[in-house]
C-alpha cells in the first residue's frame, strides 16, 4: 500500500476529529433543543465542522512531507496545530460577531464573558490534548495506513 501516501495521511487526519465533531454535535443539539438553551449554537458549529478536520488533514500532509526533512515527533508536531487553530478561530469568531473584545475578556455571543486567565490555561490545556491526540490517535491511524 504504498501508492497516494498524502490522501492516506490526509484520510487519517481527519478521522479523529470528524468523530469528535459527531459526538459534539450530537450534545450540541440535546442541549440546543432538548434544554432549550437560547445561545445560537448553529453559528458557532460552523468552525469546528468545516476547519478542523481539514486543518488535521493538511497537518497530517504536512507531517509526512516533513518527516525526511526534518524529523519532529508527531506529538509535538500535533501540539503545534493549536497556534494555527485558535488565530483562525479568533479572526472568524471577530469577523461573524460572535466575539468581541472587552477589558476583562473576549465576549462570547453577548451572552457571557470568557476571561483571560481562563483563557490562557484554555490554550495550555488544548496544547496538552492535541498533543496526546497526536501521538496516540492520529499516529495509530497512520500506522494503520502504512504511512507511519
Do not use: Q
Request: proline share 9%.
Amino acid at each position: 500500500m504504498t501508492s497516494h501516501p498524502y490522501f492516506r495521511a490526509y484520510m487519517a487526519g481527519i478521522t479523529i476529529p470528524t468523530m469528535f465533531l459527531l459526538l459534539a454535535i450530537v450534545a450540541f443539539t440535546v442541549v440546543r433543543y432538548g434544554f432549550a438553551v437560547p445561545v445560537p449554537i448553529e453559528r458557532v458549529m460552523v468552525f469546528p465542522m468545516a476547519v478542523v478536520p481539514n486543518l488535521f488533514g493538511l497537518w497530517n500532509i504536512f507531517y509526512l512531507w516533513l518527516r525526511p526533512r526534518r524529523h519532529l515527533p508527531i506529538g509535538l508536531h500535533g501540539a503545534l496545530l493549536p497556534f494555527v487553530v485558535a488565530p483562525l478561530a479568533f479572526l472568524l469568531g471577530t469577523s461573524l460577531g460572535l466575539l468581541s473584545i472587552t477589558p476583562r475578556g473576549f465576549a462570547w455571543l453577548e451572552a457571557f464573558t470568557i476571561p483571560y486567565p481562563f483563557l490562557a490555561v484554555a490554550f495550555c490545556v488544548a496544547l496538552a490534548v492535541y498533543y496526546l491526540v497526536w501521538k496516540y490517535l492520529v499516529a495509530f491511524c497512520n500506522e494503520v495506513l502504512g504511512i507511519a
